[in-house]
């Protein structure tokens, strides 16, 4: 056992992110937070996108699919947790709670019992009958259809999800599954969350969350689903979708799902009647984890995009973001979310396609990847420097627009300028798109007085940081692990147990007691500051004039370029 | 003797043209114009931009200047003339006639009788007494003052030029001696174009021409130089600049400025008394050497930069053209001028500061340099297929919008944007500058039915001059030969050597023999002018907005960047 620290009550929970690639298991000492043990799972058929993983490799797959095998979540759960156990010693009578969070929307149909239909011979070739993944984007007209039938229904929850339903979302994916594989649709007798699903395999029974069900479901605790008749309108066939293939019970995030069954146990190595969570999401389960239980601090989870999450007493409607639940992060609090669609993405993008062979060669002469590099060139620069300015719509922009047409922009290029320039231009302008979002937040009376950062950029980006503590006025703190899901998914473990069993009885006692911050934290240079406003005066106006209809020239070339493709 | 054919006379004549790196020269058939024989010098000294080239070389300039050593320009007499002669086995006898053509404004002072002041050793170490090149850009302040000056004096002449004087320009750099080298401006007895320069070294007299004075010097036929009135306000020092360090005396383009004295034809091997033309511009004399002689037909010299040319029968005001001077490019028309400051220069910027080291590897196996690499791979794709759109001002605008302080834009990236598509947007942005240039050239009553292009990029860029056939609806002719300018100015040689000599009495004459163009032209091809028109329109649309002061972004941009280097 290592890195065992302080008071300790010898009661350990586990935590299980299953991401996009691989599943990735904590074990957590639960008076403490200490992480005593991680092991990682890649699963065996990773991403799903090209064929399907069956004999002959002949069902092959369109462009925008991204699909995921079932039976990888259970290797998850029978190879990493006999491996943190193993490697701590811990016994597994002292593992008092286990908790699982996922990528959301990633979506499967079942039988009642709960079989994935992909398991079955009979629709073991049925692309539809596997496992939609989060980024599976082949569902957008179904989500344009989706959107347009409550708008012209006038349905006041669309307000909720900004004025727009992702593609990415549950109801997307349950029409393309519809309208491509009706077989499918009527083999289903659950179509449900895989987070649902892992927990159903746990504690033997189907126990919905609330997160994925208001945010990925347009569900919510006051109001519950849409109506039978809005479901009607979309398409006669889901009139009792709900009734036939979902679930109007849903579980407040931080109750206990149940507890493992023999076989579940038996995966794991763990005692029967261990308690267990009720399933989550990965970028909301990280919320407690950095120690925000409470309204006014925002949470960035910052990678290939950013999701931003704060808490709020009450319900509002603020411009363009992805969701507001109630019980959905926190709860008794609301839970608001917003998202970039686009952040690291784009500074992957650029040093692909953009950085010189004579940086390459320098970069390697330095021991440095280009991303260090052009860093250390470019944090060798004051703001506004480099003369540029940059819209970070390359992969569109999620809030506050809600818009996937838009578009990346330059601006302020010439014969002088470096890519360490761009490369700063293009971080500054996520940071200002961050900024409108916080900006839009507190427009709207949801406070946002403090950011909190966790995931793969704050880690490694130095510069990056302290340009959006600079571009924000706000100070930022750092989530102490680099596993901030799993440890949320492990403090949940533990209000599972509950107290008596040596755990916590809330999430806020949990937080209290196992979350933590790094010491060092960034805060904003006045000097640096008072450039960026006035650069943030500029990309305002040029957010506004691009992307709210004045000049609709982005669109426009999309339209040039999707009529001149299928010519 | 090679390449000789057709209708012959056995009479040649000698074009030199006078560049930025060396000086080419060509001796030409005067029946044919078929090039019999062509020579090249590099300038020993090159492009002086770091430190004077003198003992110990330690005299430095500042990063903006660009000088010359006029005595490499006596050098390119004494090497290329007798290896053309030698080259071709023509006898001297027969050489009725010589033209050369320089970089403009490329200027210096020189003592009464033509000494230049650098070469006398008490002005040597001095930077002020060398060769101002075209490029010298470290009078800014001059050239903004010369404006304003003008401007709010309400000086008419100010219209010719579109509004504002160059930085480049004659005065600019006058007045540049006058405010940091008085001593260097008070011991010049003249200050003069290095094209008048080089042929007073031929035929022994000072003999200004028209087009240096017009272009670069506010000279015009009808009202000779602004009033002393003007010099005075500008500088009181400069009130009778033009009469003291000047000439009023301006011979038209196509005139004869004199005869080889023996001592020129000796650093020659040609014979005295052997007829030389009156001073041209490499631009303007390329203008005939492609067969244009009357209204309606826009000469493009496409290199680095774009300088367009056209005639006209009437004076007209032109928005943001560079100059209008009648006898400028021919006798009895007048020369429309304007310019794109950034085209080549903006490819290479690309290729050296953007391309990823993939690229440059494909490139090398497939034995491709990166132009033509990116090329191939953009020449695959139609237009508006990759979805993007540039305004073309890396180097800021000189037509229409005459602002160096406007700066480069790239819009509709997405993560799926590539270097080739990026390539291809920049050359087509160009294009689309070029078209603005055409349509207000046509606004103002200037036609321009076709294109005729020289110089560097259209011989090798396939793609590009296609692009801009369909950008600009307008078929493109090509030069018959890359040596465009020194064509001209064997023309012109043989313009002042006169028929009865064995020349032509006329330019028209000269280019109906001389010149010719190449059998392959480029065609619009209709459904690509389609797409390109509704793209024009996006790009006239982007053009307007931040050209135009409705959002002065890229100036705030460049405000805030000189402000914080200089903090």
Redo the contacts between chains.
Sequence with gaps: MTGNEGDMSGKYTIGIDFGTESGRTVLIDVATGTTVAESVYAYKNGVIDHGLPVEGDSVMLEPDWALQDPEDYVRTFQTTVPDVLAKSGVDPADVIGIGIDFTACTMLPVTSDGQPLCTLPEYRLNPHAWVKLWKHHAAQPEADKITETARSRGEKWLDRYGGKISSEWFFAKTLQILDEAPEIYAAADRLIEAADWVVWQLVGEEKRNSCTAGYKAMWSKREGYPSDAYFAALDPRLANVIDEKMSRSIHSIGEKAGELTPQAAEWMGLRPGTAVAIANVDAHVSVPAVTVTEPGRLVMIMGTSICHMVLGEEERTVEGMCGVVEDGIIPGLFGFEAGQS?VG??FA?FV??????SC?KEARESGLDLHRFLESKAAAQ????????ALDW??GNRSVLVDVDL?????????G???EDIYRALIESTAYGTRVIIEAFEASGVAVQELVACGGLPEKNDMLMQIYADVTGREIKLSATAQTPALGSAMFGAVAAGHAAGGYDTIFDAARHMARLKERAYKPIQENQR?YD??FT?YR??YD??GRGE?N??K???A??D???S?
């Design positions: 686009g993405d784009i993008w692909d396609n953009c950085v010189p062979e390459q004051k703001p506004g420097e480099h003369g540029l300015l390359w992969n578009s990346g922009l330059l601006l302020g290029a010439t014969l300028t470096k890519p450039v006035r650069l500029e106006r040029l004039y691009f000049n020239v982005m426009n070339l999309r040039i370029r009529k001149v493709r010519d």
